[in-house]
């Protein structure tokens, strides 16, 4: 693997760790943050600069539990490195399980993340995040 692939896995051990500054760290002043997605699935967005990419990591660490990714394949374009990759967790307001299938997209220049894009089976967290009915069970 390149030096960005090498870099780019030591950023997923990161988030592993829950070590999300090492993350943002990583990242230029003006990176380009997108989740592909409805606004109904509160990290969905887009978001520039590590400030802003902080609250997509706070929405995964508050709405979540259980979470596990999993890198499945990675391919090393240079400055681009794609991954495949499965992500599950745990829904905390519906009780619900998410997992789905994904794909990363990172652009590095000069050692840090400029652009980031996941694209992700969006269907499957919009049915989670979907809260039970009170009184109903998940």
């Known amino acids: 693997m ?8 030591r950023l997923y051990a990161a988030f ?7 993350i943002l ?3 230029t002043p003006d990176v380009d943050w997108v989740c592909e997605g ?3 699935v509160p990290f969905c967005g887009k978001f520039r600069g590590p400030e802003q990419v902080s609250k997509f990591f706070e929405a995964l660490a508050t709405t979540q539990s259980e979470q596990n990714l999993t890198i499945e394949e990675t391919y090393d374009a240079g400055a681009q490195v794609f991954t495949i ?4 967790c745990v829904v ?16 590095v220049k000069n050692g840090k993340v400029t652009r980031f ?5 969006s269907a499957a967290a919009v049915e989670a995040y ?3 009915p009170a009184g109903v069970a998940a």
């Open 85 to 88: 990759n499965r992500y599950s």
């Open 25 to 27: 760290a990583s990242l």
């Open 38 to 40: 409805p606004a109904s």
């Open 92 to 107: 905390n307001a519906s009780g619900k399980k998410v997992d789905a299938r994904g794909v990363h997209v990172f652009t």
């Open 2 to 9: 390149s030096e960005n692939a090498d870099f780019i896995h």
């Open 16 to 22: 592993s760790r829950g070590d999300i500054a090492t």
């Open 130 to 132: 979907k809260a039970a």
């Open 117 to 121: 894009l996941e694209i992700f089976d």
